[in-house]
């Protein structure tokens, strides 16, 4: 017989040892559908410093600005509560690993009165402290829902850091385009006094009988164009600031609208750039969907355990006495009961929930891939534009230079009485244009910067 006892304890330690090493689930980065280098132009050396936006954005104004958005923005708020609600979440898991211990106590006095007139007092008194339901993580149910609940944290600490670069990217996108904007308010303006003075200069022309009304009319037509421009952009750096007020969180400060200029740019000319594309795995956004996977692992295990059994303790010691006073010297006394739950049927319900949880990994696993690939794209096409922005800034200068040239040529030809004022008002129009479109080459080139960082650039994990 006691053989037997033997060989059935040493088959059931068999099962539960067999039973660990299968319901565990090890994770296993999967491999990153992307190139194994970045298209940088320069391929010296993969390892670089990390790009923080104190790094990028060099101007105090704007660096005051980012702090106030980091302070006041909403969605940033709301990704700080999410972790704080993560955090919480992780808590409560963690706490499910070990006994909960609780006290108890009561005391008790009465009297009896039977009917012939006999009766007696009673005291009863106990104290004791026990141990309710406390499962024995055998088969690693309980610890793989808390790995979850660990990764699921750290999933939203990653959303929260990425949250922050957004937040930072954006108000420097933001404070460029307002600079751009307030730019061509600027050269609108300086235009409409241009054209208003050859309007005049041709209506004196025309009273003297050198134009033409045509010349007159023409000269006319580009004032009123100009001024429906400068129109546009006001109306324009008006919106501006409204994204840029909805982006802060809160009222902006004093002088923001003239501090806000294209040149000397408040950014970085150059943000360091490494040719290894595993730097794209540091990216607060590809870690968080990793930290999901790496949740949803873990759900796969835990739905696994529960296809074995449930093992709980639940245990008491305590005093007992029929005096208060002689609580602690009476008769001590103790209670053990593990109990087990050992699944039967169920209709197929945990099978259905291990193929959900199942499920849920396939899809965690596509969204990191598709994080992964993002982030090249985002990476490559600012990338894409930095090895060319340059080369169009200074073709747009030149560009610049020789309309201005062929405009006053124009002109003066013009007063002489060579040209009409056709050609004074093409003239103008691509002088006009060239300086519209180096003005927006130059915005380019600045949220280039901010293109990179938001690509590449990481966060403090204590920040």
Do not use: H
């Not at 355990?305 to 208060?324: D, N």
């Not at 060319?388 to 007063?415: G, K, P």
């Not at 293109?451 to 403090?460: E, I, K």
């Amino acid at each position: 017989m006691m053989s037997m006892n033997r060989l059935a304890t040493g088959a059931i330690a068999a099962l539960m040892i067999s039973a660990c090493a299968t319901v565990t689930e090890p994770y296993e980065q999967p491999e990153a559908p992307i190139p194994d280098a970045l298209p940088v132009v320069n391929e010296e050396g993969d390892v670089v410093e990390p790009i923080y936006w104190q790094d990028v954005f060099l101007g105090d104004e704007l660096r005051d600005l980012v702090r106030l958005a980091l302070a006041e923005n909403r969605d940033l708020r709301i990704a700080a509560a999410n972790v704080q609600l993560a955090r919480a979440q992780y808590g409560i898991s963690r706490a499910q690993r070990l006994p909960t211990v609780s006290a108890n106590g009561s005391f008790s006095e009465g009297d009896t009165i039977s009917g012939g007139g006999n009766g007696g007092n009673f005291d009863n008194a106990s104290a004791s402290i026990g141990i309710t339901a406390y499962e024995l993580d055998l088969f690693g149910r309980v610890g793989a829902l808390n790995q979850a609940a660990l990764q699921s944290y750290l999933a939203s600490a990653e959303g929260e850091r990425a949250a922050k670069i957004t937040i930072a990217a954006t108000v420097g996108e933001i404070w460029m385009q307002l600079a751009a904007d307030k730019a061509l308010l600027a050269l609108a303006e300086d235009t409409v006094d241009v054209q208003s003075e050859s309007l005049n200069l041709t209506q004196e022309l025309f009273n003297a009988g050198i134009s033409t009304e045509l010349d007159v009319r023409r000269a006319s037509a580009s004032v009123e164009t100009a001024r429906a421009q400068a129109a546009q952009f006001s109306a324009q750096v008006e919106q501006d600031l409204n994204a840029l007020r909805l982006a802060v969180g809160t009222d902006l400060p004093q002088g923001t609208l003239a501090a806000a200029e294209l040149a000397p740019s408040p950014l970085a000319e150059e943000v360091p750039i490494g040719q290894s594309s595993l730097v794209l795995l540091t990216r607060p956004d590809v870690q968080s969907a990793e930290r999901q996977l790496m949740a949803a692992n873990a759900n796969v295990a835990a739905a696994r355990a529960a296809f074995f059994p449930i093992i709980s303790l639940t245990g008491q010691v305590g005093y007992s006495s029929s005096e208060l006073t002689d609580l602690f010297d009476g008769s001590l006394g103790w209670s053990f009961g593990p109990s087990i739950t050992l699944p039967i049927f169920d209709a197929g319900a945990r099978q259905s929930n291990l193929e959900v949880s199942q499920a849920q990994r396939d899809l965690a696993v596509a969204r990191y891939e598709q994080a992964i690939q993002f982030a090249f794209r985002d990476t490559a096409d600012a990338l894409a534009v930095r090895r060319t922005i340059d080369e169009r800034v200074d073709a747009l200068v030149s560009l610049v230079d020789d309309t201005a040239v062929t405009r006053d040529l124009s002109e003066e030809r013009f007063r002489v009485g060579v040209d009409d004022y056709l050609s004074v008002l093409d003239s103008q129009q691509l002088y006009y244009d060239a300086r519209q479109q180096l003005i927006r080459a130059n915005l380019v080139r600045n949220l280039n910067v901010i293109a990179v960082y938001r690509a590449l650039g990481t966060w403090p994990g204590d920040s």
